[in-house]
């Protein structure tokens, strides 16, 4: 998607090893987002960033951690991950765009965690 | 923000129009309606967003009632291409915080 990228694109890891998420962003946008999706559950909000060391808890933020340093890179981390990880996991930029405030979506990282 | 109920499914036969509901009672005044599909696999996708009058772009119409308490998603010619799953949120627009997804209305469109 353009102006957001996610990496990596899959992973698979082991129960009880760390994982960082990286997403990237080249529109410089304030707001950014982690969300996981499941089968039955729909997009949860894990995490955001409203600006630069400034984040907050979404629904489903237990055993994960984000860091902002810079306006471009929102971190996801998995300090220990468990099998209950395996999802999905979708970064989303918040911008205006024509006149609508639209979220943009990376095209999503699959981990799977055995 | 407030929530908003979707029917889990619908079908719809290629090439004639698709008519997603939404039901979103609590909207207060100050916010909008917004939709978004996610075609399997991909990352959701920004449809068409409006306040109080009917909105029409290149993707789709939407329709939203007087009352502002439901509205409905309109592709006016569905395509195969068009089956995903389609989500409507009401958010107060310039909020930024704890944007939440339904599960939306997985629209199959048949050939």
């Known amino acids: 998607d353009a102006g957001i990228t996610q990496s990596p694109r899959h992973k698979v890891t082991e129960t009880g090893t760390p994982v960082t998420l990286r997403c990237h962003q080249t529109?410089?946008?304030?707001?950014m987002y982690w969300y996981r999706q499941d089968p039955g559950h729909g997009l949860r909000l894990i995490h955001y960033?409203?600006?630069?060391?400034?984040?907050d808890k979404g629904e489903v933020s237990d055993g994960y951690s984000v860091s902002r340093s810079k306006t471009e890179d929102f971190l996801l981390t998995l300090e220990s991950a468990t099998s209950s990880q395996t999802s999905v996991y979708f970064c989303?930029?918040?911008?205006?765009?024509?006149?609508?405030?639209?979220?943009?979506f990376g095209a999503g990282s699959r981990l799977t965690v055995l | 923000d407030a929530k908003t109920t979707q029917p889990p499914s619908m079908d719809c036969a290629e090439g004639r129009a698709a008519n997603l509901p939404c039901n979103h009672s609590?909207?207060?005044?100050?916010?909008?309606v917004y939709w978004y599909r996610q075609i399997h696999s991909q990352g959701p996708q920004y449809i068409i967003h409006?306040?109080?009058n009917n909105e029409t772009n290149e993707m789709a119409s939407l329709i939203i009632t007087e009352d502002r308490k439901s509205s409905t998603l309109i592709l006016p010619h569905a395509t195969l291409r068009d089956t995903a799953v389609y989500y409507c949120?009401?958010?107060?627009?310039?909020?930024?915080?704890?944007?939440?997804f339904g599960k939306g209305t997985l629209l199959t469109v048949n050939p």
């Open positions: 529109e410089n946008h304030r707001y």
């Open positions: 949120i009401v958010r107060v627009d310039g909020s930024n915080y704890k944007l939440t």
């Open positions: 989303a930029i918040s911008g205006w765009t024509g006149g609508a405030n639209v979220l943009t």
């Open positions: 609590t909207i207060s005044g100050n916010e909008y």
């Open positions: 409006g306040l109080k």
């Open positions: 960033s409203y600006g630069v060391k400034d984040t």
